[in-house]
Each structure stands twice: as structure tokens, then as C-alpha cells.
């Protein structure tokens, strides 16, 4: 299919409505400036406009384009900046009483109660002030906190604060995260700051969609499902991914299949597919096709709201259908038009889309299909079906693959190599579970037939798992520990974009586009590999459940000295992965009790490293202990576990720093900065000010 961008007027406008969105998301920011930059906009287009009319001559007819353009990039920026103020609120610096209400199920975490509440109301010295506002609250784990329910409301003492990172070099922006799902803050409540006052029955479309779902969950586990099956179909059917384990999701994920468990547009495409074979016969005359295509339309958001209305699934049934009334119009739903129009529509509706992975890979996989599939499909002419069929779903797989690659690797450091294999007997055997999901779950009235069907679909997910753990211990399944930029994902779509015009549309000047793009690409990461021959440095990382120093020597030597003897990496996994991926070749060393290396000595809880010496203080082991030489220490790294004062440690030790962990309470911590100003050390406080880090 030749690239002719004129015929795709919706894609050229949704251009400047992302550039316009991104703009603001990461330059404005409420900013006094954004309202000056917005009014400048609004100046140019409206005088763009009054020139077009003046001057009505067709050597002018570009400031048409040109105010159109002005206006979609306001529009972006315009409706980014109304979500941000939506989302961003002033919480008080003090603690403070808030009514809240339990907007879902609580969610169990390690050591508390994740209650996802919408705040009502805040009281404080100045009196009481209305919020509105979604908030989590983490709650001590105790048996009053595991009985909450939705729809439950709360008093509680604590304070709010507003969406923040931990400040670990090259960290997922989990704030950014929280803020384009529309949450406003968190807060901690300990057990006796909170208390339950009442419950409210009424529920919103969204919850009671939920409730729907943890039927259907129930009905699923009564027909005999259990264990990695049953958390394999609640993914696929559902959308429910909390209780898959974390040896399937890596499992997945190696294979090249982990896209297959989250329910999304390939789901709801089967879907769609299947309706269409089903209603078939009511292509004939007009009247019966756009009846066909309401129905259509109307089981798909049924389906949507049977999965609890989750955003992946709203957006892809949105986008199908748009794709089902295009096809009233004509033969060919599918085009870049069609894509457009709905993601022109979802990121006027809510411009934080754009940044979700979901919409990004639905999107891009469906236009890698649209524009290159047809292409790939062609370069092998055969009358034969079978081989026709194989065909044409490895170019569907490479198609997908080739247009997505980019985001995934950004996103998720790994690039599957038997994608292929994978996806040849994975995609076809999930549109077979659907088919069966969907038929068992509505056949209810027929026993032994939903028995039936319940067998075969348990049989068919045991395959499909067997199937994926197969290709999983394949040599070479994966190559990890890639690391790209955005500036590299930019570059490397617009090699993708000139590639496509030169060999789908003959385009012979893209080639002369490659070579640039090829070059900066190489002399950007060789100036990163340079750049990391020289990150000699000490970092104390903030992880609260995991007091760790890294001490890296080169890319390929480092050490970890933790306070925790088992899981380290595991716990440290979140926080660090990103940063180890870009840096390191090779995974960190966990430090034993007594170690001696190169430049690195270690004796306890007492560390050697590049000249500078580390005393880590995790119990009250030093306590009640005298020196008459105390020894000297460059950093004493206070840690959960000591319970004294700075003050009984200054016998032992001539510090020049003091390192507040984050695993120390708000309480304890400020207690020893207090200790730190009244003894003139210098200190640094990881949980108020994130990872340190000492560049040697």
C-alpha cells in the first residue's frame, strides 16, 4: 500500500495535537507562561486567519493549513493543561483529619492495605474545606484494614502528599504514572489513626461493571479452573491480572508473548472477527449491514463492561467501533484514517492516553499492520491455502513486531527472538480460548455442554502455557538489558518511516534520510559508552524495604552492601533495573559478611571502598560500647533496626556524614536531623531527598 499522506487528512491532524499535548505535559506545567504561549497561539492563528481572508489568492492557501495546525497544537496544549490542574492539588504540609471513601476493593501489599479512596473533605486549625480529589492510602496490615470493602468511608489522621519519585538514578516516573491515572496523592495511616464511619451502597457504572467481573471470576473458578489456568483465562477473558504469578509473567514475556496477557485491541479484534462471521448473512442489503454493525457495537461494549470497563479494553472498543461504522460506508474499515479519528477523539477526551503503553502498542501495532502487512503479504505469491494462511499470520506477527519493537524495548529493556514461533501458534490458539471462553461462560444452561467446553478450554490454556514455556528455554530466547532513550525511539520511527516510504513507496530521497539518522544514532550511544567507562560511584539507593549501598567499579564490577541477607536483587529490582540495564554489563555482587577484593575491603557492617569508608548501623549492636580511638568514617548510614540516639554513636565513630536510610520512620528520622544540627554533621536525608550518589 503506497504511502500518500494527503489521503490521510485525520493523520496529519493528529500530529499537532501530540506535539501540542507533549508540549505542555513536559515544558508548561500551569505555568503563568503557558497562558502567555497559549494566548501567542491563539494571536498567530487568528491572524493567520483574517491574512487567508484578505489575501483570498491561492499562493496563500498554506495559512489555512497553518491555522489549523496552531489550532490543534493549542487545542493539545490547552486540554493537557486543564487535566494537570484537575489532577494537582495544594495538600497541607501539616497532618491533618480527611474524610475519604473507598472507590475499590482494598488491595493486600506486603507489610500494608492499599485502599484506592476519593478524599471528600479535609479538616484542619483553619477549619473544614471540600477536596474531591483520588488519593491512595496505605494502611498498617492488621485485621481491621483486611475488612474493608469498597463503598466503605474513613476517617483518618495523616498527611497527604503529592505524587513523588524516590529519586533513584534513571527510575520509572512512577509520579508521572500516578498522575495520568488521575491520582492527586498518598498518605500512610497507622493502625488507631483511622476509623471506619460508615458505608455508602451506591455504586458508579464503572464499580458496578467490577462487580460484574468478580462474578464471572467466581463462575470461572466453579467450572473447576485453578492455579496458572485460571489465572492464565482471567488475563485473556477478563482483563484480571493480579494474582498471575510472577514465573508466568516472565515467562511471557521471554517468549515474546506477553502482549497476549493484556486484554486488549488483539482481544477485542478477535472479538469483533468473530461477530462478523456470526452475523454474516446480514451483509446483503444496507438496511440489515448497519443493523449488523449497531449489534455488533453494542455486544463489544457489553463485553467492555463485563471486564470491568478497563481502560485498554475502552479505548480498543472504541477504536473497533469506529471501525465497524466506517464499514457501513465501505469495504475497507481498516486505515490509517480510521486510526486516527479515534486516537484524535480518546486524547481529546483525555490527552494522559498518550503516554499509557497500552494505547501507544494498540496503536502502533495496528498501524504497522494497516501499512506494512499488505507489503510483506505480497512478496510471496502462492495459490496454496495452507501456506497462504501461515503466510499471512507471520507478516500480521512481523508487521506488529517491526512497528512496536521500539516501545517495547524502551519500556521493557528485552527483545524476544523467537517472536515468530511464538506468535504463530500463540495468536491462533488465544482466539481459540476466547471463542471457547466466551461460549462456556454463556452456554450455563446446557451443563454438560459447558463442561465440556470447560474441559477443552482448561486443555487449551495447558497447551498454550506449555507452549510458551517451550520456546522460553529455547537458546537464545531473549536479549535483556537493552537500553534506549526517547530521543532513541524518535530516531529510530523516523528510520522506520523513511525505510517504509523507500521500499512501499519508491521514494528514492528517503534513502538519502537513512544515513543521518543512522549516524546519530551511533554517535549518541558512543558517547553514552564512553560516558560509562567513567561511572566510578558510591550510591546509596532509596528503597525502604532495602537498605543497599551500590559500590561500582566498571560497568562489569559492583557490589551491593545491604542490610538484607536474602532477595536482594528481587527487592531492589523496581527501583534499580533501569539504571543497571543503561550502566552495567553484568549484575551486581551481594557483598558476603567478610570480603576482600581490588579496591573494596569489608568486615561486618563496615566497608572499604575507593578510599572512602561506609559503617552501616542496622540493630543496636554498637550500643552500650566504648572506643578510646574512634574510628574514622566518611559516610555512617543509619538504617530501620537501630533504635538509640546519634548522639551514643559519636564515642565510636568521627563521622563527616551521617546517611538517613528511607526504612527509618518520619518520626525517627527527624529525631537524628534534629542530632545532626544540635552535633554540627552534615547529613543527608535519602527519603526527603532521594538517592545519594558520590561520583568518584
Known amino acids: 500500500m503506497p504511502l500518500h499522506l494527503h489521503k490521510y487528512p485525520f493523520v496529519r491532524f493528529l500530529v499537532p495535537l501530540i506535539l501540542g499535548i507533549y508540549f505542555s505535559h513536559s515544558f508548561l506545567n500551569e505555568t503563568e507562561c503557558s497562558r502567555i504561549v497559549m494566548g501567542i497561539l491563539c494571536l498567530v492563528c487568528g491572524v493567520s486567519f483574517i491574512l487567508y481572508h484578505v489575501f483570498k489568492k491561492y499562493t496563500h492557501r498554506w495559512l489555512t493549513g497553518v491555522c489549523i495546525y496552531l489550532l490543534l497544537f493549542t487545542l493539545g496544549a490547552a486540554i493537557t493543561e486543564l487535566h494537570l490542574s484537575s489532577v494537582h492539588h495544594q495538600w497541607s504540609a501539616e497532618k491533618c483529619v480527611y474524610k475519604a471513601q473507598l472507590t475499590e476493593d482494598p488491595k493486600e501489599k506486603e507489610h500494608s492495605i492499599l485502599c484506592p479512596v476519593s478524599v471528600i473533605a479535609s479538616q484542619d486549625s483553619a477549619g473544614s474545606h471540600s477536596v474531591d480529589k483520588k488519593v491512595l492510602l496505605y494502611l498498617t496490615k492488621d485485621s481491621a484494614s483486611q475488612q474493608l470493602k ?90 484480571y491480572q493480579d494474582e498471575l504469578s510472577e ?77 465497524a461504522l466506517s464499514r457501513i460506508r465501505n469495504n475497507h474499515p481498516v486505515t490509517l484514517n480510521t486510526l486516527a479519528v479515534a486516537a484524535l477523539l480518546m486524547l481529546v477526551y483525555n490527552p494522559f492516553y498518550l503516554y499509557d503503553v497500552s494505547f501507544q502498542l494498540s496503536f502502533t501495532a495496528i498501524a504497522g499492520i494497516v501499512i506494512i502487512q499488505p507489503w510483506l503479504d505480497g512478496l510471496v505469491k502462492t495459490e496454496n491455502r495452507i501456506v497462504k494462511y501461515v503466510w499471512g499470520l507471520m507478516t500480521v506477527s512481523i508487521a506488529a513486531q517491526i512497528i512496536t519493537t521500539p516501545i517495547i524495548l524502551y519500556y521493557f529493556s528485552r527483545f524476544s527472538t523467537h517472536f515468530l514461533l511464538t506468535n504463530i501458534i500463540v495468536v491462533p490458539l488465544v482466539s481459540v480460548i476466547m471463542y471457547l471462553a466466551v461460549f462456556t461462560l454463556c452456554i450455563g444452561f446446557i451443563s454438560p455442554l459447558q463442561t465440556l467446553l470447560a474441559f477443552l ?98 560497568p562489569e564490577t559492583s557490589y551491593l552492601f545491604s542490610a538484607e541477607k536474602d532477595s536482594v536483587h528481587k527487592k531492589l529490582r523496581y527501583a534499580t533495573q533501569r539504571f543497571w540495564n543503561k550502566n552495567l554489563a553484568n549484575t551486581p555482587q551481594i557483598l558476603p559478611s567478610s570480603f576482600r577484593g581490588k579496591s573494596i575491603w569489608k568486615q561486618n557492617d563496615v566497608l572499604y571502598f575507593e578510599g572512602k569508608t561506609i559503617c552501616m548501623i542496622k540493630d543496636d549492636s554498637w550500643r552500650n560500647k566504648v572506643s578510646n580511638n574512634p574510628l574514622n568514617i566518611d559516610y555512617l548510614y543509619l538504617c530501620k533496626g537501630y533504635k538509640g540516639k546519634l548522639v551514643w554513636l559519636m564515642p565510636l565513630f568521627n563521622t563527616k556524614k551521617v546517611v538517613i536510610d528511607a526504612s527509618l520512620s518520619d518520626y525517627k528520622r527527624k529525631a537524628i536531623e534534629k542530632e545532626c544540627k544540635l552535633l554540627g554533621i552534615d547529613y543527608f536525608s535519602i527519603s526527603e531527598k532521594g538517592a545519594y550518589k558520590i561520583t568518584l
Open 247 to 323: 514465573d508466568i509473567r516472565e515467562s511471557y514475556s521471554i517468549s515474546g508473548a506477553s502482549h497476549v496477557l493484556s486484554l486488549s485491541g488483539l482481544h477485542i479484534g478477535f472479538l469483533y472477527f468473530l461477530l462478523e462471521f456470526l452475523l454474516s448473512f446480514a451483509n446483503k442489503k444496507r438496511g440489515t449491514l448497519i443493523a449488523k454493525q449497531l449489534i455488533i457495537i453494542i455486544l463489544l461494549w457489553g463485553f467492555a463492561f463485563l471486564t470491568g470497563l478497563l481502560s485498554p479494553v475502552v479505548r480498543s472498543v472504541i477504536m473497533f467501533s469506529l471501525i
Open 457 to 554: 478450554l482448561k486443555e487449551s490454556i495447558k497447551f498454550l502455557n506449555g507452549t510458551v514455556s517451550f520456546v522460553e528455554h529455547l537458546p537464545y530466547s531473549s536479549i535483556d538489558h537493552i537500553w534506549l532513550t526517547s530521543a532513541d525511539v524518535a530516531v529510530f520511527y523516523l528510520i522506520l518511516f523513511l525505510s517504509s516510504l523507500y521500499f512501499i513507496s519508491r521514494k528514492r530521497w528517503a534513502l538519502f534520510g537513512l544515513l543521518p539518522c543512522i549516524v546519530i544514532l551511533i554517535t549518541f550511544h558512543a558517547k553514552e559508552r564512553y560516558q560509562q567507562q567513567n561511572i566510578r560511584s558510591i550510591i546509596f539507593y532509596n528503597a525502604r524495604n532495602c537498605p543497599t549501598v551500590h559500590l561500582i567499579e566498571s
Open 150 to 239: 469498597r463503598g466503605d468511608q474513613l476517617l483518618f489522621y495523616g498527611q497527604i502528599n503529592a505524587p513523588r519519585n524516590n529519586g533513584n538514578p534513571e527510575e520509572f516516573d512512577y509520579a508521572s504514572y500516578l498522575l495520568h491515572q488521575n491520582i492527586s496523592g498518598t498518605a500512610f495511616a497507622y493502625t488507631g489513626n483511622w476509623q471506619l464511619k460508615g458505608h455508602d451502597p451506591h455504586r458508579t457504572l464503572k464499580q458496578t461493571a467490577l462487580d460484574y467481573r468478580k462474578m464471572l471470576l467466581k463462575k470461572i473458578k466453579h467450572l473447576g479452573f485453578s492455579g496458572d489456568e485460571y489465572t492464565v483465562l482471567s488475563a485473556l477473558v477478563l482483563g
